[in-house]
Nanobody, 122 residues
Framework: QVQLVESGGGLVQAGGSLRLSCAASERTFSRYAMGWFRQAPGKEREFIAA????????SYADSVKGRFTISRDNTKNTVYLQMNSLKPEDTAVYYCAAATSYGSSSGAYAYWGQGTQVTVSS
C-alpha cells in the first residue's frame, strides 16, 4: 500500500508559480511511475503530467506543456510539479498518483493522494 501526501498548493496570482510536492511512504517508490492529475469544480479529473520510474521520460497534457515540469527524487521518495505562468483556468484540486506502468490514463494509477488546492486569481 502506497500512501501519497501532496503539499505546496495555495493561492497565486495569474502569471505566478507554485511547486507541488508529493511524498510517498513506500520504500520501493522507484518502482512506480508517478502522475499528476487535477479536477476543477464541475469537471472530470484530467491528466496533467507523468514521469517514468527512472525519471528519464515524461509526458504532459497539451494544456500545460511548456509551463509545468514534473520531476522526481527517488532518494527522497518524492515527485514534484513545478508550475509556471499559471492561469486562472489552472485552478483545481491537484492529485498525485502512483502506477506500476507509465502512462496518462487515470485508470492505470492504483494509489492516489488526498489532493491539494491550487487557486489562480486573475
Amino acid at each position: 500500500q502506497v500512501q501519497l501526501v501532496e503539499s505546496g498548493g495555495g493561492l497565486v496570482q495569474a502569471g505566478g508559480s507554485l511547486r507541488l510536492s508529493c511524498a510517498a511512504s513506500e520504500r520501493t517508490f522507484s518502482r512506480y511511475a508517478m502522475g499528476w492529475f487535477r479536477q476543477a469544480p464541475g469537471k472530470e479529473r484530467e491528466f496533467i503530467a507523468a514521469i517514468m520510474q527512472n525519471g528519464r521520460s515524461t509526458s504532459y497534457a497539451d494544456s500545460v506543456k511548456g509551463r509545468f515540469t514534473i520531476s522526481r527524487d527517488n532518494t527522497k521518495n518524492t515527485v514534484y510539479l513545478q508550475m509556471n505562468s499559471l492561469k486562472p483556468e489552472d485552478t483545481a484540486v491537484y492529485y498525485c498518483a502512483a502506477a506500476t506502468s507509465y502512462g496518462s490514463s487515470s485508470g492505470a494509477y492504483a494509489y492516489w493522494g488526498q489532493g491539494t488546492q491550487v487557486t489562480v486569481s486573475s
